[in-house]
């Protein structure tokens, strides 16, 4: 009796684990986790080589966040929000936000002493305006303060995700998610790095005037001529020299050959003693020998 209670104790268990590993839909909870940080990863990288977001990151949080951060006891705030940023983060948040959840009575009492612990973005509005109005102000038309805005406002959101270098948090539940880049977005930065990698004006006009001068010093007595050049032939005589030095230089990087400064030392290398020895002694052997055989003919 007591072994199939043991038994079905452990199936229960079991079952239990099995049930955890699982929701509802039939999906691996730990294979969706893994996704969502592969894809938070993908998404503070692209604002972080692309717009130049540094860590400590900042968080500028409205009133409805702060209060579904309350509601659903996702505490502490900056850790989580530490875990899908994968780095440590500042929450900020304005005095309009504050004076709106002030205005929303009782029961936004505790969201407003949350909200009060956080760090202050400047808000210059003489008057109280709208949080959503507040926030698009500081955020500004490039969010030159690299914040990330975070707020349970879809439209608000929509609205943010527009701007090219804003990025947006937001809340299900008990899980904290990282819009992923919007595609104006990601066609804004792809522009800009097009621009980066072209000749601007200002530099168009120094390569310009640095060619006036460089033919002016070649023909001092015809100072008309260097006027007159087009920007077109300076375009073409820079890529003309820039094929000819290309024509000079070599193939294949031509390296050195060490050369031997002397003999093989271990080839010079004497005789041992022993060998001289017994060849030294056969020498005299014979030579003793010989001689004797010669005093003996005599």
């Known amino acids: 009796m007591l072994c199939s209670l043991a038994l079905i104790a452990n199936i229960n268990a079991y079952t239990l684990i099995i049930c955890q590993c699982y929701d509802k839909h039939g999906n691996h909870v730990l294979q969706m986790r893994l996704k969502k ?161 072209h000749m601007n004006e200002l530099e168009f006009k120094m390569l310009v005037n640095k060619k006036k001068r460089s033919l002016a010093t070649e023909e001092p007595g015809d100072s008309s001529v260097a006027d007159e050049v087009l920007p077109d032939k300076i375009i073409e005589d820079l890529k003309k020299n820039a094929a000819k030095r290309k024509t000079d230089v070599k193939d294949k990087v031509q390296f050195k050959r060490k050369r031997a400064k002397g003999p093989n030392p271990l080839s010079c290398k004497k005789k041992k003693t022993e060998n001289q020895n017994h060849v030294a002694k056969k020498d005299m052997e014979h030579h003793e020998i010989v001689t004797s055989y010669g005093y003996h003919q005599a």
Request: proline share 5%; charged share 25%.
């Open 37 to 197: 940080q592969k894809r938070h990863r993908r998404s503070v990288r692209f604002y972080t080589t692309c717009f130049g977001f540094r860590s400590p990151f900042k968080v500028l949080c409205d009133g409805t966040f702060i209060h579904h951060l309350l509601v659903n006891r996702i505490t502490p705030a900056n850790t989580a929000l530490s875990n899908i940023l994968g780095a440590p983060v500042k929450m900020f948040t304005t005095r309009c936000v504050l004076a709106e959840l002030k205005s929303l009575g009782e029961g936004y009492t505790d969201s407003l002493n949350v909200a009060r612990d956080l760090m202050p973005a400047r808000c210059d509005h003489e008057k109280r305006k709208s949080a959503v109005a507040c926030l698009a102000e500081v955020i500004g038309e490039d969010n030159s303060e690299h914040f990330f805005v975070a707020s349970q406002d879809a439209d608000q959101r929509k609205k943010f995700q527009e701007i090219p270098a804003v990025p947006v948090i937001f809340g299900l539940r008990n899980a904290l998610f990282l819009e992923p880049p919007s595609q104006s977005q990601q066609q804004f930065a792809k522009v800009a790095e097009d621009q980066r990698s």
